[in-house]
């Protein structure tokens, strides 16, 4: 799928594409149908009960999160668990996401993340040499799906030059009830004022922030509610965030991001990094 010559320049203009049935519903079924089937078929009692919010940096410093992005890995909703441990809820309404790597290491996902429909949008944009870095499903879960403070990606997915592109699918209606995404048309033109870069804790591995905060007003955000198989492209640079899910409904969608391996050097500070087992795959 191609990207027209108005969407490239309202691209480059805002910071942030609405691309409305970039995938069909079935597509979207398929991902989700297996996003469950994996969890389903995973024995999570193995796995630590390791929390994900975005306004601490306590997920951070575990090893199991920075030690993810080779593998499919959990992570649970704060209102999931209670103070003892044990989850609130069923475990397919408690977590918060999965990944880092389901572009490379699930059939499915690996189809629908290098297909042509996604090639066709990194060369609409000139991309030379695009290299997929991460991906996830992020749940949204109804009642709990905790919101995202506003940021950056290239806060967390540093590239020199910034070349940082994502690719956010809903698999779901992302409304304003569930939890759909905010943005600040054209503030990608802001620096990056904040960046995570991996540290040791006491000789372990773990990350800090690096910077200040941004300071934005929330009057200049702008909804971007989406149907179902909608893309939004998000520039590494563009201020967006989500609310709260409150409502009965989840908000389930696939996101990864990819820089220009070409024209950009992948920062040796970002917590993600490449491992000899899975380097970053192209996509062409």
Known sequence: ???????????????????????????????????????????????????????????????YFITSGDKIRFFFEEGAVDEQGNLTV??????????????????????????????????????????IVQSMVIFKQPNIGGDVRPHQDSTYLDTTPRSLLGFWIALEDADLE???????????????????????????????FEGTQLDVKEEDFVAAPVKKGALVLIHGQVIHKSEMNKSPRSR??????????????WSKDNWLQPSEELPFPYLY
């Not at 597509?27 to 306004?55: G, N, W």
């Not at 995404?181 to 990350?207: H, K, N």
């Not at 389930?252 to 050097?265: C, G, K, P, Q, R």
Request: proline content about 3%.
């Open 1 to 63: 799928m191609s990207l027209s010559e108005e969407q490239v320049e309202a691209f480059n203009r805002d910071g942030c594409l609405i691309v409305e049935g970039f995938l069909s519903s079935d597509e979207c079924d398929e991902i989700k149908q297996r996003a469950y089937q994996i969890i389903a078929e995973a024995d999570l009692s193995q796995h630590p009960m390791v929390t994900f919010e975005t306004r601490s940096n306590k997920q951070a410093t575990s090893n």
């Open 90 to 131: 069923p475990i397919d309404r408690a977590l918060n996401k999965m990944g880092h790597a389901l572009h490379a290491l699930d059939p499915v996902f690996k189809k629908h993340t290098l297909g042509d429909k996604v090639k066709g949008v990194a060369q609409s944009l000139k991309l030379k040499r695009p290299s």
């Open 178 to 208: 569930n939890g759909c995404l905010w943005f600040i048309p054209g503030s990608q033109q802001t620096e990056v004022r904040q960046l995570m870069v991996r540290t040791t804790i006491d000789g372990a591995l773990a990350t800090k």
């Open 252 to 265: 389930n969608i696939y996101t990864f991001h990819l820089y220009d391996a070409d024209v950009s050097e």
